[in-house]
């Protein structure tokens, strides 16, 4: 989530690694200059959680690799029900650190953050672990987290955005009929929007059916940049739009996309798979 928040800050300005290529370190012991020269950062931003039913306490530290100084830390002990408030607050604070000045557009989306049940955040994350199976009990679990997280919040657009990327993957995997899973996908994609109109998933998601299952470019480009009108270095939205860019025959701004994608998250598999296609058809 935090890789979200900053990924949408100043991207001409900083650039955040996705999270696959993140989390490959998760518990590891590799030193952070060697992370560092790895995945081409500057800073990193780690931290910890400990939580019990209904609370939650976080440490956060921002760390320079050149020298391994840290910038700066915090630790937060909030209700579980905040804590996508508290991540746009580390967001603000990880961009003070780094003398990043905020437009008024973020200062903006960061303010209006609101808390959300802790149930339902929970389910929606445990619903987004479960996708990644990329089985049929992993999508059919997904589902029910993805649908108690909307019973428990019907306002909450992540999950609904997160059950119409459900579908297009059934579609695509062969686990639904192009006819049934469409329409469930892109209405509840359109849903996740009409709650939330940065929901930038939801607007990835719609660009992808509008380009693989609809086959209506014009739509399909409107919906690209739409997306990266929000955030531009949407490292989960680029693979797809290079691909884009690489059926409507423009070569030179897909190869430019899938290479940015590349840089953003360099040991995702998806990524690099995509950037693969491009190459070829880029001959």
């Given at each position: ?34 992370i560092g020269s790895e995945l081409g950062a500057g800073y990193i931003l780690g931290g910890s959680c400990r939580r019990d ?231």
């Amino acid at each position: 989530e935090m890789i979200s928040q900053l990924g949408r800050l100043q991207p001409a300005r900083m650039s955040v690694i996705g999270r696959t290529s993140v989390m490959r370190y998760k518990k590891s012991e590799v030193p952070l200059h060697q992370i560092g020269s790895e995945l081409g950062a500057g800073y990193i931003l780690g931290g910890s959680c400990r939580r019990d039913k209904v609370r939650i306490r976080v440490s956060v530290e921002l760390i320079r690799v050149e020298d391994q100084s840290q910038l700066w830390s915090e630790t937060y002990e909030r209700e579980m029900s905040g804590l996508l408030v508290l991540q746009s607050e580390v967001a603000k604070k990880v961009a003070e650190a780094l003398a990043l000045k905020l437009l008024p557009a973020d200062e903006v989306r960061l303010a209006n953050v609101r808390n959300v049940d802790a149930e339902a955040y929970e389910a929606y994350l445990k619903a987004v672990r479960s996708m990644e199976a990329l089985s049929k009990a992993g999508f059919d679990e997904a589902e029910r987290s993805f649908n108690l997280a909307i019973e428990k919040e019907p306002g909450y657009a992540a999950p609904w955005a997160g059950l119409a990327g459900l579908w297009v993957s059934r579609i695509q995997l062969g686990m639904a009929s192009r006819e049934e899973g469409l329409l469930i996908a892109k209405s509840a994609a359109l849903k996740a929007i009409a709650l939330d109109d940065g929901e930038t998933e939801a607007r990835r998601v719609l660009a992808g059916i509008l380009t693989w299952l609809d086959w209506d470019w014009p739509a399909a480009e409107r919906a690209w940049n739409r997306l990266f009108e929000i955030d531009p270095d949407n490292a989960m939205g680029l693979p797809g739009y290079s691909h884009f860019l690489m059926v409507t025959r423009r070569l030179d701004e897909a190869l430019a996309k899938s290479e940015r994608a590349v840089e953003l998250d360099p040991y995702n598999v998806r990524t690099q798979s995509f950037h693969a296609q491009v190459l070829l058809g880029a001959r």
